[in-house]
C-alpha cells in the first residue's frame, strides 16, 4: 500500500510564505516525477509545479519565480516553497506521482489527500 502524505499547510499573510511537504510511504521501489496541483474553490485543479527523478523543474507561469519545487530522493519527499503569496493562490494543494513497487511492476499514479492554502489580504 503507498501513500502519500502532505503536510505545511495553513493561513498566511499576502506576501507571506509557506513550505508544503509530501512524503510516501510503503512500498516504494521506484518513483517517477512528482508533481503539486492545486484547486481553487469553483475552478478546475490546475497543475503549479512538477520534477522529475532527475531534478528537472517546470511551473505555472503564475507561480513562476515565486514557488521552487525540490524533492528529497532518499526520503522519498517532494518540496514546494511558496513565496510572496497573495490571495489568488488560496487552494487545496494536492501532490502527485507515479510509483511502482518492483522493477516489473506497472507504474501507478497516487495522490496526496490534499493541503488547504488561505492567503488572506
Known amino acids: 500500500q503507498v501513500q502519500l502524505v502532505e503536510s505545511g499547510g495553513g493561513l498566511v499573510q499576502a506576501g507571506g510564505s509557506l513550505r508544503l511537504s509530501c512524503a510516501a510511504s510503503?512500498?516504494?521501489?521506484?518513483?517517477?516525477?512528482m508533481g503539486w496541483y492545486r484547486q481553487a474553490p469553483g475552478k478546475q485543479r490546475e497543475l503549479v509545479a512538477t520534477?522529475?527523478?532527475?531534478?528537472?523543474?517546470a511551473y505555472a507561469d503564475s507561480v513562476k519565480g515565486r514557488f521552487t519545487i525540490s524533492r528529497d530522493n532518499a526520503k522519498n519527499t517532494v518540496y514546494l516553497q511558496m513565496n510572496s503569496l497573495n490571495p489568488e493562490d488560496t487552494a487545496v494543494y494536492y501532490c502527485?506521482?507515479?510509483?511502482?513497487?518492483?522493477?516489473?511492476?506497472?507504474?501507478?499514479?497516487?495522490w496526496g489527500q490534499g493541503t488547504q492554502v488561505t492567503v488572506s489580504s
Open positions: 502527485t506521482t507515479s510509483i511502482r513497487n518492483s522493477g516489473r511492476a506497472p507504474w501507478h499514479n497516487y
Open positions: 510503503g512500498r516504494t521501489f521506484s518513483i517517477n516525477a
Open positions: 520534477i522529475t527523478s532527475v531534478g528537472t523543474t
